[in-house]
């Protein structure tokens, strides 16, 4: 139930952040104030950009401007929709009319929409492959709220209440509850049982959430019946900054304290969060004690934006959580194909609606010229993909598991069982990363025959889960070698060396290996068994 309500609340989400891309921008009225962390509050200009309605309406630099005396007023002449006049105080004395301007399409951002819809995307893989995980569910919500909140107090809502409601209160309560989600993450991954420091540090963390959350709501109300408490808004900013803080203690004490077989899955992850949560507490530091600057702001958004990527990489290429699929090439492929033809279509219809405004034959002219050049592009541009995509995720893969199937097809011409083995098990280790291989015969010592493990590969040719089964074998996964419907013996694998899930693919290409093996061991029996017996019909003639 949990898993499907988390995907319809990430497609819901993903449909209001298409929405919000098209939403028309903030206003600008051409002022720029002493102050730039805090827009439309009463401020002196310190300049007025050439042909802007601020320059129309007579403001000149080192005039007082006020756009009104309640925050709410302030909200209203920030959020006012484009062609709407918003009447402004100057000097104190002067009442000017600034009509909040018409921008082109050209400013609709594709960018941070593909960036958020990139963090609902591995968002919508987890929460569908990983509904049960109690360290994947905190990181969906991390994903989800910080797909939400990139961007978001930047547009207009159809009033300036529900802007105010929507985008300016809602991105700080988005950024507080992703922000705490991300401790509870940074505690309890990989295994879902957090160690006792690192579980306090992030209990210490969502109190501040707590607080932080009920002083914005608090601020927003009065916001509403006109009174303003400046200090709410430094203490969410400080209260914040003290969550980042805790937030990055954890992400360090987790590692450090964690198992070592974990540390490898941890160690990608927790760089991407680190680095990215770094960049925001720079940002947020440096607009609190220096003030705004575009250059640290942007860059903390270029750090945000590689989250969803690295996040995908590492699921895709490093199995760091294992969503429990073989990942098809041509699914890969058709993805990112999609997404590049998706692209090109919103560029185009961009393009279209604003060479319709001046005219709508250079606009259907624009579209089917758009249309035959990806068309004819297709097969190039599926080639690039291909070529991207095994280059980043699947080239070592593919050639570990060029290497099983040519042993599973090399050991029936081995004719020793001893090498047939040892190197059995050196191809296991080599090239499925798997810190130890072993080739368990049925007449070896030491493991009943009623071990959970034998009887599910005996009754059921299964691929045993040693774990699961509880079961007395050394290792995470044993691989049957049924002979004539017996089984003779098993390929037992321990963990990966960097602590990956196996994948499907993997086990699926392990388990054809096995049964080469074990048919190759057989042949060799009854071949030592053949020559046996010869020997001794040799010898029973030589007497007789």
């Known amino acids: 139930m949990l898993d499907r309500l988390a995907l ?37 200009v310190i300049a007025v950009a050439p042909n802007s309605p601020a320059a129309r309406g007579g403001i000149r630099a080192g005039d007082t401007v006020s756009f009104g005396a309640t925050p709410l007023e302030r909200a209203e002449a920030r959020d006012a929709a484009p062609g709407t006049s918003v009447k402004v105080v100057v000097n104190g004395a002067r009442t000017v009319g600034l009509v909040a301007p018409r921008e082109p399409f050209a400013r609709v951002l594709i960018i941070p929409l593909v960036i958020r819809l990139a963090f609902l995307a591995v968002a919508g893989l987890l929460a569908w492959r990983r509904p049960h995980d109690s360290a994947a569910r905190p990181l969906v919500l991390f994903l989800l709220c910080f797909a939400l909140m990139i961007g978001l107090g930047n547009t207009l809502m159809p009033t300036p209440l529900l802007s105010v409601i929507v985008l300016q209160t809602a991105s700080t309560l988005l ?22 420091l690192p579980r306090v540090l992030a209990r210490i963390a969502q109190v501040l959430v707590a607080v932080a959350v009920a002083v914005t709501l608090g ?6 019946s006109g009174a303003e408490i400046p200090v709410a808004l ?66 903390a958004l270029l750090f945000i934006g590689a989250i969803p990527f690295g996040l995908a990489y590492a699921i895709l290429r490093h199995r760091v959580i294992d969503v429990g699929f073989v990942i098809n090439r041509a699914v890969v492929y058709g993805a990112v194909s999609i997404i590049i033809v998706g692209i090109f279509v919103i560029v185009e219809t961009l393009a279209s609606s604003f060479v319709e405004q001046h005219s709508r034959a250079g606009s259907i002219a624009l579209q089917l010229s758009v249309a035959l050049g990806l068309g004819f592009s297709i097969r190039f541009i599926h080639a690039r993909v291909e070529r991207a995509v095994d280059r980043v995720l699947f080239r070592q893969r593919h050639l570990d598991e060029a290497a099983l199937a040519d042993f599973t097809h090399d050991a029936h ?85 960097e602590a990956e899930a196996y994948a499907p693919d993997e086990i699926e ?36």
């Open 219 to 224: 601020g927003t109300w009065l916001s509403f």
């Open 175 to 196: 950024l507080l509850v992703g922000t705490g989600a991300a401790a509870t993450f940074a505690a309890n991954f990989p295994s879902g049982v957090a160690a006792p």
């Open 413 to 497: 011409y081995i004719t020793n069982a001893t090498v047939l083995i040892e190197r059995c098990e050196a191809t296991v280790m080599r090239h499925a990363h798997a810190s130890e291989a072993r080739v368990w015969q049925k007449d070896d010592p030491g493991v009943d025959e009623n071990d959970p493990a034998l009887v599910a590969m005996r009754a059921r040719r299964a691929v045993a889960d040693l774990h699961a089964l509880r079961s007395d074998l050394p290792g995470v996964y044993a691989f049957p070698m049924i002979v004539r419907g017996e089984l003779i013996g098993a390929l037992v694998c321990g963990n990966k060396t």
């Open 234 to 299: 430094y203490a969410v900013a400080w209260l914040f900054v003290a969550t980042v803080v805790l937030l990055l203690a954890t992400l360090v004490v987790a590692y450090v304290q964690g198992a070592p077989s974990e540390r490898q899955r941890r160690r990608w992850v927790f760089l991407m969060l680190g680095l990215a949560l770094l960049a925001v507490l720079i940002d947020i530091a440096v607009q609190l004690t220096a003030g705004y600057s575009d250059v640290v702001d942007n860059a």
């Open 8 to 44: 319809v609340v990430i497609a819901l989400s993903a449909i209001f952040v298409c929405y919000d891309a098209f939403l028309p921008p903030v206003p600008d009225y051409g002022l720029r104030g002493a102050n730039p962390s805090r827009p439309f509050a009463n401020d002196r």
């Open 509 to 544: 290409a392990l388990r054809n290996l096995a049964l080469a093996v074990g048919h190759a061991l057989d042949g060799l029996r009854m071949r030592d068994l053949e020559e046996r017996v010869r020997s001794l019909e040799a010898a029973k003639l030589q007497r007789a």
